[in-house]
């Protein structure tokens, strides 16, 4: 070791090595200390001083020992003081202050450190470590006030060629000197805008995945952006003191518009994926993503914004208007590049929609612009913001509005390039051009109607676009064109010429163009042929949910023949092998060919091509599509659009961008489908469907299921990581795709499908589908009605309630599904509007769904039934998860003792005792879930102890128990009268007659009358069935159309099959309190006298009618003091009240006999009463009268006994008629009713619609009895011409149905043969009866009501002819009784001729010949009194 040199140690080892030898001595140390500082003052080179202490020499900076690395002690305070000593004697000696001198130094020192960089921007690993170990240095002396920031910046800017961009940030990020500081010392402000531009540059390059700095490199950029941007927008005075004269703003400015211009510029240009321009145009455009930031405030963010998209529209103005009439269509959303529309994205959504279309608006008024990008901005507003589509149509309106004002033109260019541009987007999200069109000038409000000035403005601009738009546009004016009065047709027929010969060069013809248009193909020429095989598809679709020939299709057969003969319809009557069934398109033809739109000869060869045609082989699908593969090739691009979108859901980041993605979603469709929404204005008509049996073409099944599934797909991927009210508008979006009115009935036939075979569906089927429902329920979505087809009801039904029918509750499978779907729907929309108003989540829900969801709950769960305690938890029942049943059930509970769904109950969603009868109703019983004990228990607990006890706010009934029997009977009848209702399946084991879950609550209704009986007692005097009757009678009174009549007749149907269901004493009401008394029946016999009358048929009501009451007389009688005269006070009531009830007895009296019999024996012991054997009575004379031998007298009432004989002749053979001629020998009193009776039998047995009446028969009995009445002159004519209040035969009227008195003139001319001869011109008033039934039978032809008469031929009757023909039709009756009566006139006698003019008063045009007939006869008669000699006194 002594050979080998000697090593110098430094001045850290020896000091080191002094104070291990040498112990802690304080003034030791002071005086240490004074010694060094004369020391370093005798030695004033600094730099020698640093080169003292460094480790071995080093030429290039003096602070490189101090800025080692590898010597942690080097950056002791100690270090730091020393050195700040070392600079304080430096300036001291120099005489310039100590700041100006360190200042300089650590400059060098960064100069050196920055020197030979590996990286334009970046620093090194080494090179980092080094600044850390100076910029320590740096703060220290900053700390002790030797530091000059000032000058420091000054000396950076000498060597700026040197200074990277990370050096100048972290001597921000370090306090060393701030950037606003060192940028604004700068003394050229366009050498550090080109500086900082350049760095940016270069910054945005290194911006990579691989970038080892990456977390360093976005800070800086970020930084910096903020930076700029609170400088260049900051109002704040403090900044504006740092840049002397604005500079800094100035640079800011210049560097922010230099690098969107380079962003600008490189879109324009072409950008490839890969190149680092690229890299530099993502990576700031991407900053705007990150805005805003802390330090920027909100109003220099938004001057910024304004700013920014201001630049963006006016940015290189190069295209003209008339460039973008051609181009447009290449601007779309789809078509602009991504990064462009990222960043209109996020300024539109920062700026907000309605601040975004004021400040375009501004830009357009104010500055040179790009229109492109002004298209582009355009396309994406209307695309990623829903509620901006309103925002411009205003616009658009405001525009159009100050064009025709102030003739304008560049406001009419506007108008017309935004409204285009934003129609390119579809229909879902703008209205198409065509609709606009139309609205604006197709009507007399239109903008062009105020002048003829005006009208000359539109068609000179018109014609001025004509040389640059594309032929859609030219096609659309033309076939829908603006409204012009017929002085100005000329105008209108110029543009058309010029239209028509611009279409004409570009071999356009407008006769070609589809009838289907799509605007967002402006500017495709499809070829004839194609276009027609797309319209063919298109005509079919609407053809199979409508079931009529389209509108378009009809429209073109008249307007557009050469299109429609030369190129549809070869289309459409393509040669193929016919299907065994007829399919839609072999009925569309048949329709077309019905309506005489489809040429004979080009039908007949159709017909003759397809007879010919081969069979296609065994295995290959019959159709219009030879390979499957080509209705699922057009599906790529939307499935991948598809693909993409549920990876967006996946990722909450990219939220912002999902809006863009439904774009491209809507363009993948439009691709699928082989056509867009249509062009053509779309009408507010309905949407057609077929619930039974809803159909789909393969092609259009397929895009809806895929869109069904993805919807299902993106929804559970979203809701694994968020709850639907942090998902955004994606799912409304969505919908909103769906609900295009080309797509929108194939979506709902869908739909059906899938909700009739509910039970099978998985629960991510069943939680996306219940969504979907939610979203087709939003008050936004204005969708057209649903007309779901025979057999529901006429007219129209709103989405939501169109799909809350689909889901029903009549079995156990449905109804278990139906509540999966109720709780997923119900959670959903509570979850995902429970930050809106309670009005906006109250609106999304369909009522039917909450209140099917609470009857299902109640139904299927006993615990739910009992209060339970609600539970305010945050969430509520929604998830991804598949749950099982028992989970469903758990889920549903859960939802019941939901705070905000008894919220939701108050609103109007409670499940009233109505709408619980209603759904239980529809229950089949034999396939319910609860057996048929556990049905009984739930119907007793809903009825008496939850509906019953209830106020009438809650849906209850206020604990009356006539008001719940009242709303029982009101839904009882409503369930009969529909004999199917529209939503049960074909499959429903519902008949007619009555509901499914009828017969259960029927019983229900009983028990509940018989309660009201009990509790009401005597005090009522009268039953609630019967006012219920009433009230649902009334308003069909006095309709005189059919369907009011028909309904009319339900109602009385539907009352008739609830009264024999429920006690007899209904009909025999209680007592009366006096002893003794009849039973109450009046109720009951106005209902008979009213309305049951009317189905009776020959002078009787119904057996179960009658039996029924005859059940409940004897009821009465039973619980009465005197059952006796109880019966004899009630049937004398009815001889007299309700006389159809006694010949009612009579007709049924072989089978209502031994009922009474027993039952009065039995329960009496005694004779039966007085009134029911005078019946027997009458009877028993009906029978001996039609026996051979003599007959004992008719006995009294004798308008009884003529029932009991009229009865008694129905039953018997035509040859025992001839018994009749005993009645030569009875009272006439019997003569007159039984003639009645027999009219009526006769005009019955011309009114029944089955084979077993016989008119022959009818006419014989009344030909006989009217023989006997004729022979024995009695007035017989007086029963044509009754009214109800003549004594004696008056009640008459009340034992026939109103429409056989009616048709009294049909049986009076039916017996014109059997009319004598002095009966005919002897009676005075034959005349005038037979004039009068002559003008009351043409009245009832006229009014159509001898349609109902059904008779067979008969021969021409000759006047005075004594044979019997048959009775003819009403036709020929008419015109035999008007001749019979125009041979009648002249013969008559003179007398009956009088008074004439009184008769056929109103009434003479309707035969004028008969009238001036008896006219004539009538002013021939002589006056009697002119015979007579004046009386002089």
Request: net charge neutral; proline share 6%.
């Amino acid at each position: 070791m002594a050979g080998s040199p000697r090593r110098r140690r430094s001045w850290a080892e020896l000091l080191a090595g002094r104070v291990k030898r040498q112990k802690h001595d304080p003034e030791r140390e002071q005086k240490l200390q004074n010694s060094a500082v004369q020391l370093l003052r005798r030695h004033q080179n600094t730099s020698d001083l640093l080169l003292e202490i460094e480790d071995p020499p080093c030429e290039k900076s003096c602070f490189s020992g101090l800025i080692d690395c590898d010597s942690d002690k080097a950056y002791t305070d100690g270090s730091h003081s020393f050195i700040g000593s070392a600079f304080r004697d430096q300036a001291s000696k120099l005489g310039v202050p100590v700041g100006i001198l360190s200042a300089r130094t650590v400059a060098c020192s960064i100069k050196l450190v920055c020197e030979e960089p590996s990286h334009p921007v970046l620093l090194s690993t080494e090179q980092r470590k080094k600044l850390f170990s100076l910029l320590e240095i740096a703060q220290y002396l900053l700390q002790h006030s030797m530091f000059s920031r000032l000058s420091f910046c000054q000396e950076v800017w000498k060597a700026q060629n040197a200074l990277l961009l990370e050096t100048a940030w972290r001597l921000h990020v370090q306090s060393v000197v701030s950037l606003q500081e060192l940028l604004a010392s700068h003394p050229d402000r366009r050498a550090l805008a080109a500086w900082l531009f350049r760095n940016l540059c270069l910054l945005c390059q290194q911006i990579d995945a691989s970038c080892p700095s990456l977390d360093v490199t976005r800070a800086m950029l970020s930084d910096f952006v903020e930076l700029l941007v609170l400088w260049g927008f900051q109002e704040n005075l403090d900044l504006r003191r740092v840049a002397e004269s604005g500079t800094m703003t100035q640079v800011a400015a210049e560097v922010l518009r230099s690098m969107l211009s380079f962003a600008l510029d490189a879109l324009a240009a072409g950008l490839q994926e890969e190149s680092s321009d690229h890299r530099v145009v993502s990576c700031w455009l991407g900053e705007f993503r990150a805005l805003p930031r802390g330090g920027v405030s909100a109003d220099v963010l938004k001057r910024f914004l304004s700013h920014t998209l201001t630049q963006v529209l006016t940015h290189s103005p190069v295209l003209k208007a008339s460039d973008a009439i051609q181009r447009q269509r290449e601007w779309s959303f789809a078509r602009t590049h991504p990064l462009l529309t990222m960043l209109y994205r996020r300024l539109l959504l920062m700026l907000s929609p309605e601040e975004s279309v004021s400040r375009l608006q501004e830009v357009l008024e104010t500055h040179e612009v790009n229109w492109q990008r002004v298209l582009s901005c355009v396309s994406t507003l209307v695309v990623c913001f829903p509620e901006a589509a309103q925002l411009v149509q205003d616009w658009v309106a405001r525009l159009m509005a100050h064009a025709f004002e102030s003739y304008h033109l560049d406001s009419m260019v506007t108008a017309f390039l935004i409204v285009r541009q934003a129609a390119l987007e579809g229909p879902s999200a703008f209205p198409s051009y065509a609709d606009w069109f139309k609205a604006s000038f197709g009507s007399a409000r239109g903008y062009h109607s105020c002048s003829k000035k005006a009208l000359v403005f539109l068609f000179k601009f018109l014609s001025s676009l004509v040389p640059w738009e594309a032929p859609r546009y030219m096609q659309v004016h033309v076939l829908h064109p603006p409204l012009v009065p017929g002085k100005f047709r000329t105008l209108l027929a110029d543009y058309v010429a010029l239209a028509r010969t611009r279409l004409a060069d570009l071999k356009v013809s407008l006769e070609n163009m589809g009838l289907y248009g799509n605007s967002s193909s402006a500017g495709d020429v499809t070829e004839p042929c194609s276009q027609a095989a797309q319209d063919v598809e298109k005509a079919l679709v609407v053809f199979e949910h409508t079931g009529r020939v389209p509108v378009p299709v009809m429209e073109a057969s008249i307007f557009r023949r050469p299109y429609y003969l030369s190129h549809f319809l070869p289309a459409l009557l393509t040669p193929r092998v016919l299907p065994a069934a007829p399919d839609s398109r072999v009925a569309f033809i048949e329709a077309l060919k019905r309506a005489d739109k489809i040429p004979q000869s080009l039908y007949a060869a159709y017909r003759q091509a397809c007879c010919t045609a081969e069979k296609p082989p065994e295995g290959a699908t019959s159709g219009t599509r030879a390979e499957p593969t080509c209705a699922e090739e057009p599906t790529g691009p939307l499935r991948a659009a598809l693909g993409e979108l549920r990876a967006l859901m996946a990722d909450p980041t990219q939220c912002d961008a999902i809006s863009a993605q439904m774009a491209l979603v809507s363009e993948g469709l439009c691709a699928a489908l082989g056509h867009g929404e249509d062009g053509s204005p779309r009408g507010a008509g309905k949407v057609r469907l077929s619930v039974l049996a809803p159909g789909l073409q393969q092609p259009e099944q397929l895009v809806v299921d895929l869109l069904l599934a993805e919807f299902c797909q993106s929804l559970m991927v979203a809701s694994s990581s968020a709850p639907p009210e942090r998902q955004g508008p994606w799912a409304a979006l969505f919908v909103r795709m769906l609900c295009g009115p080309a797509l929108l009935p194939a979506v709902l036939a869908r739909l059906c499908q899938l909700l009739h075979q509910g039970p099978r569906l998985s629960a991510p089927h069943v939680l996306g589908l219940a969504a979907l429902a939610v979203h087709l329920g939003e008050p936004g979505s204005a969708l057209p009605e649903v007309d779901p087809g025979p057999p529901a009801p006429a007219g129209g039904l709103p989405v939501p309630r169109f799909l809350d029918s689909l889901v029903t509750c009549h079995t156990r499978e449905s109804s278990l599904f139906c509540l999966r779907f109720c709780t997923a729907a119900i959670s959903y929309a509570l979850s995902k509007f429970s930050p809106q108003p309670r009005g906006s989540w109250c609106s999304c829900l369909s009522p039917g769904l909450v209140k099917k969801f609470q009857f299902l709950v109640f139904r299927l769960f006993s615990e739910a039934r009992a209060p339970l305690p609600q539970e305010d938890a945050a969430g509520f029942p929604w998830g991804p998860a598949c749950p099982s049943p028992s989970d469903w059930k758990m889920a549903a509970l859960a939802l019941w003792r939901q705070g905000r769904f008894q919220e939701l109950l108050a609103e109007g969603f409670r499940l009233t005792f109505r709408d619980w009868l209603q759904l239980e109703l529809d229950v089949q019983p034999g396939a319910d879930a609860l057996s048929d004990t556990e049905r009984q228990d739930f119907h007793q607990w809903a009825i008496y102890e939850h509906y019953l006890p209830a106020p009438s706010a809650s849906g209850g009934c206020d604990g009356d128990l006539q008001v719940a029997c009242t709303v029982l009977v009101n839904m009882l009848m409503d369930s009969y009268r529909s004999s199917r209702s529209w939503n049960h399946s074909e499959s429903s084991s519902w008949v007619p007659g009555g509901c499914s879950g009828s017969g259960d609550l029927l019983s229900r209704l009983q028990e509940m009358i018989l309660d009201l009986e009990l509790e009401q007692g005597a005090a009522s005097r009268g039953h609630f069935v019967f006012s219920v009757f009433y009230s649902r009678l009334q308003p069909l009174a006095g309709g005189a159309g059919v369907a009011t009549s028909l309904q009319r007749q339900q109602e009385l149907l539907a009352c008739r099959w609830l009264l024999l269901r429920l006690p007899p004493s209904v009909l025999v009401g209680s007592l009366q309190a006096q002893r003794p008394a009849a039973a109450l029946c009046e109720e009951f016999f106005h209902l008979v006298n009213s309305e049951l009358r009317n189905f009776s048929q020959g002078g009787a009501l119904t057996h179960d009618i009658t039996i029924h009451f005859f059940r409940g007389l004897l009821n009465a009688c039973a619980r009465s003091h005197d059952p006796l005269l109880t019966a004899n006070l009630t049937l004398t009531e009815c001889q007299t009240k309700c006389p159809i009830l006694l010949t009612s007895a009579l007709a049924w009296w072989s089978s209502l006999e031994p009922v009474l019999h027993s039952r009065w024996r039995k329960c009496f012991q005694s004779p039966l009463p007085l009134e029911l054997q005078r019946l027997q009575e009458a009877q028993q004379f009906a029978s001996n009268f039609l026996a051979p031998g003599s007959t004992a007298p008719a006995p009294s009432p004798t308008w009884v006994s003529a029932a009991a004989l009229h009865f008694a002749v129905k039953e018997v053979t035509t040859e025992s008629i001839r018994q009749l001629k005993k009645l030569d020998c009875e009272r006439e009193e019997l003569l007159l009713p039984l003639f009645f009776f027999s009219l009526m039998d006769l005009l019955s047995s011309h009114l029944a619609q089955n084979d077993t009446a016989d008119p022959l028969k009818a006419v014989s009995t009344c030909a006989e009895v009217l023989a006997c009445l004729q022979r024995r002159r009695v007035n017989w004519l007086v029963l044509f011409q009754l009214t109800e209040t003549d004594a004696g035969l008056g009640h008459l009227l009340r034992l026939a149905p109103d429409q056989h008195t009616r048709l009294l003139p049909f049986a009076f001319y039916s017996l014109l043969s059997h009319f004598k001869d002095d009966t005919v011109t002897g009676e005075e008033a034959f005349l005038r009866v037979a004039v009068d039934m002559y003008l009351k039978l043409v009245h009832l032809f006229i009014d159509g009501e001898t349609r109902a008469v059904s008779t067979p031929a008969s021969r021409r009757l000759q006047l005075h002819d004594q044979s019997s023909p048959q009775p003819g039709n009403p036709v020929q009756l008419i015109t035999e009784a008007r001749l019979f009566l125009l041979q009648l006139i002249p013969q008559c006698l003179k007398n009956s001729s009088s008074n004439m003019a009184e008769l056929l008063a109103g009434r003479e045009d309707w035969d004028p010949e008969v009238s001036s007939a008896l006219l004539s006869r009538q002013q021939a008669v002589p006056d009697p009194d002119l015979h007579q000699e004046p009386r002089l006194f």
